[in-house]
C-alpha cells in the first residue's frame, strides 16, 4: 500500500482535500484509462484503486502509477469481498489520511470521471451528493429497456418503501462529506451491491445529513465483465424490505415522523 499523502496544495475548491475511491477486481484493461481520465479534470484530487487481490494483475498495475504519480494510491485486500467492504475500507483510509471528501467511483467507465467536477461543485454545500441516473437531466446510454425498467422499478420500490425523496437511491457515483460519514456507523454495515448503496443513502436520510442529486449519464462498460447478478438485486430489494418493517416497528417508539432522524433536510 502506498501511503503517502500525496500532494500538499489546497485540494479541491470549496471541497478540501477529494480522495477518489475506486474498487477494483479484474479491471486491467480499465483502471489506467480512468485514472488518466480522473486527473485530466479534476488535477488535484487524490485515487485509491482498492483492489481484491485481481487475477488480472490490476493490483500490480495499480502498484505501478502510486510508484509513479504520488496522488495515487493502492489499498490490497486478500480477496474478493464485495463492493461494500471496499467502499466502507476506502472511507476509513481517507478518514485516517485526513481527507475532506471521498468520492465513489466505477473502475469500469461507466461513471464518467468527466462530471466528477459537478458533483464536487455540489459538495461545497451539501454533506451527500449523488450521481443520478432518474433525475431530470439524468440518463443511461446502451442499457436494454429490461434493465432501464429494472432500475427504475427498484428505485421507485425504494423511494415508496423507505420514504426517502430519491431518485437514484442505488445510484454508486458519489461524493462525501467525511466529517457525514462518521455519523453512519459504518463499522455496521454488511451491505454489498445496489443494497450498499440503498443503506448508506437510508442511513443518510436517517441521520439528518443534506443530501443531492445531480444528473448524469451513465454509460454501459465497453470492456470487460459486468459485476451486477440476479443474486444481488435481489439481496437489495430483500433488504429494502427488511429495513422498511423495521422502521415502521419503531417509530411509534420515537414519536412517529417527527423524529428528526426520519426527516428529510
Known amino acids: 500500500m502506498n501511503e503517502s499523502n500525496g500532494s500538499d496544495g ?18 486491467a484493461d480499465n483502471i489506467g484509462v480512468i485514472v488518466d ?11 485509491l484503486v482498492v483492489d481484491d ?6 493490483g500490480a498495475i495499480a502498484d505501478r502509477m502510486a510508484g509513479a504519480d504520488p496522488r495515487v494510491h493502492v489499498l490490497h485486500r486478500p480477496g474478493k469481498q464485495g463492493l461494500g467492504a471496499a467502499y466502507v475500507a476506502g472511507f476509513g483510509w481517507a478518514a485516517e489520511h485526513g481527507y475532506d471528501a471521498v468520492a465513489e467511483m466505477d473502475a469500469d467507465g461507466s461513471h464518467a470521471p468527466e462530471e466528477l467536477p459537478r458533483l464536487l461543485d455540489a ?5 451527500v451528493v449523488i450521481g443520478s ?23 421507485l420500490y425504494t423511494r415508496v418503501a423507505l420514504g426517502m425523496p430519491l431518485s437514484d437511491a442505488t445510484g454508486g457515483y458519489r461524493v462525501y462529506r467525511v466529517p457525514a460519514l462518521a455519523r453512519l456507523d459504518l463499522d455496521s454495515v454488511a451491505s454489498q451491491g445496489y443494497s450498499f448503496q440503498v443503506e448508506l443513502s437510508w442511513r443518510a436520510h436517517r441521520a439528518g445529513l443534506r443530501t ?54
Do not use: C
Not at 37 to 47: L, Q
Not at 53 to 58: E, F, I, L
Not at 145 to 152: A, N, P, T
Not at 226 to 243: D, N, Y
Open 53 to 58: 487481490n485481481s487475477p488480472d494483475g490490476t
Open 133 to 155: 441516473r432518474w433525475t431530470p437531466g439524468g440518463q443511461v446510454v446502451n442499457w436494454p429497456w429490461h434493465r432501464q425498467l429494472l432500475s427504475r422499478g427498484g428505485n
Open 10 to 27: 489546497d485540494g479541491y475548491p470549496g471541497v478540501g482535500r477529494v480522495l477518489v475511491v475506486v474498487p477494483t477486481y479484474n479491471e
Open 212 to 265: 443531492v442529486e445531480v444528473p448524469i449519464t451513465f454509460a454501459e462498460r465497453e470492456r470487460g465483465t459486468s459485476k451486477m447478478s440476479p443474486v444481488i438485486i435481489g439481496e437489495a430489494l430483500w433488504r429494502v424490505t427488511l429495513w422498511s418493517v423495521a422502521d415502521r416497528r419503531v417509530a411509534p417508539r420515537r414519536g412517529g415522523t417527527g423524529d428528526q432522524r426520519l426527516r428529510w433536510p
Open 37 to 47: 481520465r480522473v486527473h485530466r479534470v479534476a488535477p488535484s484530487v487524490e485515487i
Open 123 to 127: 459538495a461545497r454545500d451539501a454533506d
